[in-house]
């Protein structure tokens, strides 16, 4: 609730730390649904059994580097974070875990994270990970959430990157496929992130995040969402124009993509006040269904 929060700067008292501070520091449910995109990467990347060894290690590298990342944006973003209604509660903000303790958190993630991929990966699924990670703790984080309302949109590709991580982790090669899947989560990302930013509008405006409500309003920010809406279901259908995906995969993210549809529209003609999260969350469970789908796609084709 906005009258919570009273904070600009975050609280001086760092004594009940508990190990669900640090979990929650590494945005737990936000890294299962990377991971799981990274898993389809692997998964479409051949087509028999997967070794065990870089899916294994490529999961554990992908995840402790994502969570590594999600940790930094906490240390970042405190007195961002402490200003809104939606954040204000987390451990940093609220002095549960100092930004020199949350910093060795990340870096001990990293480290292990970038070695596993290293030593039982390979090189380029480190090195591309890593630059994941620069591209949202610093870049995204640090500079672009700051400097213009297109801050998701470039941000977006670092949160995009792991279908092609998963990919390279099991092939060692970059395949247009993969390009595919990020392209998917690339445009994927600025209507997930913007109907959640119509409903947090006041936050962010309170915080001075030039979010794209802020700068440009919530009635170009609808339009903008609705217009991503029907790129992505456009994007969508290309795994199955090429031959890389087959029937169930065309039916289910058709579907998707008509639900999806349906809350842009409502969004953007005929909301009410739940309109916005409803499409949030409905933004959630599309990309999660769809990697799902694909996945089924994968092991039981169906071509016409
Ligand atoms: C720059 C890109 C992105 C931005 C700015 C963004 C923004 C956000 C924000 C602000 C939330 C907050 C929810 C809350 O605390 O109530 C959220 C939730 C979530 N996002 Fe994103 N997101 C991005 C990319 C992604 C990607 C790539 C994925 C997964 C593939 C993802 C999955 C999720 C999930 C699962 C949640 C729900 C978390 C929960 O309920 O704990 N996001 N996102
Ligand atoms: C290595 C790799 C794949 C890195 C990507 C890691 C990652 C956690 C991407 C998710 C993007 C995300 C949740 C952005 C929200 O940040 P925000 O600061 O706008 O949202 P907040 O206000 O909820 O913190």
Redesign the pocket.
């Given at each position: 609730m906005a009258k919570s929060v009273s904070a600009t700067q975050p609280h001086q008292s760092l004594s009940r730390a508990s190990w669900r501070d640090y979990y929650e520091m590494t945005?737990p449910?936000?890294v299962l649904?990377?991971l799981l995109?990274a898993l389809v990467g692997m998964c479409l990347s051949t087509p028999g059994w997967l070794p065990w060894q870089p899916l294994v290690a490529g999961l554990m590298g992908i995840g402790a580097l994502s969570s590594a990342a999600a940790v930094i944006n906490h240390v970042m973003d405190r007195r961002i974070d402490a200003q809104m209604a939606?954040t204000f509660n987390r451990p940093v903000p609220k002095g549960k875990v100092s930004p020199r303790r949350a910093l060795i958190f990340a870096g001990l993630l990293a480290a292990a994270g970038y070695l596993v991929l290293e030593i039982w990966v390979n090189r380029l699924t480190a090195l591309l990970t890593l630059a994941s990670l620069v591209g949202y703790a610093m870049v995204?984080t640090m500079y672009l959430k700051r400097a213009t309302p297109q801050n998701?949109v470039i941000?977006?590709l670092a949160?995009?990157a792991p279908p092609l991580l998963g990919w390279t982790a099991i092939t060692g090669e970059v395949h247009p496929y993969a390009l595919l899947l990020v392209l998917i989560?690339f445009i994927w990302?600025p209507p997930?992130?913007w109907a959640?930013a119509i409903h947090r509008e006041k936050d962010y405006a309170r915080a001075q995040v030039p979010m794209l409500p802020v700068t440009h309003g919530v009635a170009f920010t609808k339009t903008s969402v609705l217009l991503y809406t029907i790129l992505l279901a456009i994007v969508c259908l290309m795994p199955y124009l090429v031959g890389m995906t087959g029937v169930i995969y065309f039916i289910g993210s058709s579907l998707l993509n008509v639900g999806f549809l349906y809350y842009a529209l409502k969004l953007k003609f005929n909301a009410d006040e739940h309109t916005a999260m409803q499409t949030f969350r409905f933004s959630?469970l599309h990309?999660m269904v769809l990697f799902l789908v694909l996945l089924v796609d994968h092991y039981f084709k169906i071509t016409l």
């Open positions: 945005k449910n936000v649904l990377l995109t939606r995204y998701i941000g977006g949160g995009a989560i990302t997930h992130f959640l959630i990309l």
